[in-house]
Structures are given as structure tokens and as C-alpha cells.
């Protein structure tokens, strides 16, 4: 299952989306865990200490890399640097699977002490290299190819804390997720981005689910639905365990409070469902047009070559094309 959590700034969305990666941890599911915000806070908020989280290796740096293992055989991808973020697989490339080791999760993936089973990777943050000249999209790239490249199963997590508002509809990468979890709180301002991501998401059958997050009573509740409707999947209520989390304590996380174990169990219901509408050849289709769109845009003229002959039209991502033919 590929899971985004999306919302403005201070919405809670790093907090909902920890409290979510520690919710499967619990029950024993094997997670990947991307910090795709600029501001870098999911590896604090799932527990790392502020050296450890600093020193999380960043995927946009590592680019080369991710590039070069996922290149594979690909007859259709000439080199590494004819690759692009919305590069797509073919027959040849090499396809990821969650649990497994490869060159990307050694160079990427950091484990995080409690928390057996969980991969945490992170597109890391501005360098100073890159103020005045680069935009985030060069780091949220590296997200995009490993999602485009990614066979996920059924009972598998990836779980991506995205960068705040709506910023993820500047490239493609809104269309890869089987579930986006919008968290809002119960203001106007909280359903606003509500609105920017259900107009946007509307001609792409993004499936969307509104979580509202510090609600504090019946009418927090009845403001949520009379803005979102029958979008509102679930909320969680205001948390002793999640303010102990915030002063640097780490209580044990059966301690969370039962009405917010409720609402992560929810969250996981939706997210399985998901799995189970996903239409690979539709995935794979929209992974290709965005492809075209980057292609025609910007990257040939980037890269000097006709991009749209990366696309191998025979080629449909899912589980049978591990084992297929090149």
C-alpha cells in the first residue's frame, strides 16, 4: 500500500503520519517511511534524537545512485543521466520490492531504534548549494522514481509524509499513492487545502480521505463534515500521549488514548481498501503521461535527446513483471 499524508502547515500531518508508521509497526507489518517535506520532522516525530534525524542520508543526494540500480538493463534508457524523475520502467529495469535489501535502501534507509521493521529514508533538506538556483522538486524526485519503480504488496506499507499544502500537484507524484490521508484540523483555514487537493486530484481518480486531527468536541466534528462531506474518514481527538512525544518523552505507545487507536485502525482499513481498487495498467498509464508531459515541457530539451522513447508500450508495472522476460 502506498500512503501519502498531506495538509497545511501545522495541520498535524507529521505527528498523524508517525502515530500511523508506529500503528503498523505495533502490529508487526513491514513499513517504508519517506520524509518528503521540506521541513525535515517525521524521523524526530517517530522518535530519532536530533543527531540521529540530522543525520539521515539524503535520497536527493543520492540520486546517482538510485539512478544508476534502477537503470538495470533498460535497453530504452541510454544512461544515468538520460534519466529524469518521472523516468518510467521497462522491460530490463530493476523493479523494488518493499522488504527487500538492494543498493537503495542500504544508500537511503535508516533504521529507527523501537521500532522493528520500519525502513525511514528522507529526501533531505536544501543544502546550501541549492539556495537561489534549485527548486524542491529536484529532491522530491528521487521520491518519484522509487515509487515509480516500487512493487508493493499486499500487507506492505509505504507510508510518505509530503511536503505542506498543495505542492505535490507541481509534479506527478500526487497520482502514485492507493490512498492520500488529507489531515485537517477543524478550521477554515484547515479545510482550505481540502478544497485545492479534491479540485486538483478530481480528473485523476486520486482517492482521498480527510482525517480531522485536534478536534475537540461534537461541533469540531459537525464543522468537518459540513465542509468535507462524505470525505471525512475519521478524527483524532486532543492526546496526552502525543504532547509527552512533543516534550522529547517517549511514553510507551500503548498508552495512546482509545478513541485515537480507533482512528489509526480506521486509517488502516481505508488504506487496504485501497490496495484492493488499485489498477496497475491505470498506474502505470498515468506514469507515462506525466512522463510525456516532463518530456515536452523541460527534459529533452534537458537531457538533448526525445525522451518519449523511454516508454516501452509493452511494459505494465505490478507483480508480474518481476518475473517477466526482458
Given at each position: 500500500?502506498?500512503?501519502?499524508?498531506?495538509?497545511?502547515g501545522?495541520?498535524g500531518k507529521t505527528t498523524?503520519s508517525?502515530?500511523?508508521i508506529?500503528?503498523?509497526?505495533?502490529?508487526g507489518?513491514?513499513?517504508?517511511?519517506?520524509?518528503?517535506d521540506?521541513?525535515?520532522?517525521?524521523?524526530?516525530?517517530?522518535?530519532?534524537?536530533?543527531?540521529?534525524a540530522?543525520?539521515?542520508p539524503a535520497?536527493?543526494?543520492?540520486?546517482?545512485?538510485?539512478?544508476?540500480?534502477?537503470?538495470?538493463?533498460?535497453?530504452?534508457?541510454g544512461?544515468?543521466e538520460?534519466?529524469?524523475?518521472?523516468?518510467?520502467?521497462?522491460r530490463?529495469?530493476?523493479?523494488?520490492?518493499?522488504?527487500?535489501?538492494?543498493?537503495?535502501?542500504?544508500?537511503?534507509?535508516?533504521?529507527?531504534?523501537?521500532?522493528?521493521?520500519l525502513?525511514l529514508m528522507?529526501?533531505?533538506?536544501?543544502a546550501?548549494?541549492?539556495?537561489?538556483?534549485a527548486?524542491?522538486h529536484?529532491?522530491?524526485?528521487?521520491v518519484?522514481?522509487?515509487?515509480?519503480?516500487l512493487?508493493?504488496?499486499?500487507?506492505?506499507?509505504?507510508?510518505?509524509?509530503?511536503t505542506?499544502?498543495s505542492d505535490?500537484f507541481?509534479?506527478?507524484?500526487?497520482t502514485?499513492?492507493d490512498?492520500?490521508?488529507?489531515?485537517a484540523?477543524?478550521?477554515?483555514k484547515?479545510?482550505?487545502?481540502?478544497?485545492?487537493?479534491?479540485?486538483?486530484?478530481?480528473d485523476w481518480?486520486?482517492?482521498?480521505?480527510?482525517?480531522?486531527?485536534k478536534?475537540?468536541?461534537p461541533?469540531?466534528?459537525e464543522?468537518?463534515?459540513?465542509?468535507?462531506?462524505?470525505?471525512?474518514?475519521?478524527?483524532?481527538?486532543?492526546?496526552d500521549y502525543v504532547?509527552?512525544l512533543?516534550?522529547?518523552?517517549?511514553?510507551?505507545?500503548?498508552?495512546?488514548?482509545?478513541a485515537?487507536r480507533?482512528?489509526l485502525?480506521e486509517?488502516?482499513?481505508?488504506a487496504?481498501?485501497?490496495f484492493?481498487?488499485?489498477d496497475?495498467?491505470?498506474?502505470?498509464?498515468q506514469?507515462?503521461?506525466?512522463?510525456?508531459?516532463n518530456?515536452?515541457?523541460?527534459?529533452?530539451a534537458k537531457?538533448g535527446?526525445d525522451?518519449?522513447?523511454q516508454?516501452?508500450?509493452?511494459?505494465?508495472?505490478?507483480?508480474?513483471?518481476?518475473?517477466?522476460?526482458v
Amino acid at each position: 500500500m502506498k500512503i501519502a499524508f498531506v495538509g497545511k502547515g501545522g495541520s498535524g500531518k507529521t505527528t498523524l503520519s508517525s502515530l500511523f508508521i508506529r500503528h503498523l509497526v505495533a502490529a508487526g507489518r513491514p513499513v517504508v517511511a519517506v520524509d518528503a517535506d521540506i521541513n525535515q520532522h517525521l524521523g524526530a516525530a517517530l522518535g530519532l534524537d536530533e543527531q540521529a534525524a540530522a543525520a539521515m542520508p539524503a535520497m536527493g543526494a543520492r540520486l546517482p545512485t538510485i539512478k544508476d540500480w534502477l537503470r538495470g538493463d533498460n535497453p530504452r534508457i541510454g544512461s544515468t543521466e538520460q534519466m529524469v524523475k518521472t523516468t518510467p520502467p521497462g522491460r530490463g529495469s530493476r523493479l523494488i520490492r518493499l522488504t527487500e535489501d538492494n543498493p537503495i535502501h542500504a544508500a537511503c534507509a535508516r533504521e529507527v531504534p523501537g521500532l522493528p521493521g520500519l525502513r525511514l529514508m528522507a529526501t533531505g533538506p536544501f543544502a546550501e548549494s541549492d539556495l537561489g538556483v534549485a527548486c524542491y522538486h529536484s529532491k522530491v524526485g528521487a521520491v518519484e522514481l522509487y515509487l515509480n519503480h516500487l512493487v508493493d504488496g499486499a500487507g506492505e506499507y509505504l507510508v510518505v509524509d509530503m511536503t505542506a499544502g498543495s505542492d505535490s500537484f507541481a509534479s506527478g507524484l500526487f497520482t502514485r499513492f492507493d490512498l492520500t490521508f488529507l489531515v485537517a484540523e477543524p478550521t477554515r483555514k484547515g479545510v482550505g487545502v481540502y478544497r485545492q487537493y479534491r479540485d486538483y486530484a478530481r480528473d485523476w481518480g486520486v482517492a482521498l480521505a480527510v482525517v480531522g486531527n485536534k478536534v475537540q468536541g461534537p461541533d469540531d466534528v459537525e464543522f468537518l463534515r459540513e465542509h468535507v462531506g462524505d470525505d471525512l474518514l475519521t478524527w483524532t481527538v486532543q492526546s496526552d500521549y502525543v504532547r509527552a512525544l512533543e516534550k522529547g518523552h517517549s511514553p510507551d505507545f500503548d498508552s495512546l488514548e482509545p478513541a485515537n487507536r480507533a482512528a489509526l485502525d480506521e486509517l488502516v482499513r481505508a488504506a487496504d481498501a485501497g490496495f484492493e481498487r488499485r489498477d496497475w495498467a491505470q498506474y502505470t498509464a498515468q506514469m507515462v503521461e506525466f512522463h510525456l508531459r516532463n518530456a515536452r515541457g523541460w527534459a529533452n530539451a534537458k537531457t538533448g535527446v526525445d525522451l518519449a522513447e523511454q516508454v516501452d508500450p509493452a511494459f505494465v508495472l505490478g507483480p508480474q513483471a518481476i518475473s517477466a522476460p526482458v
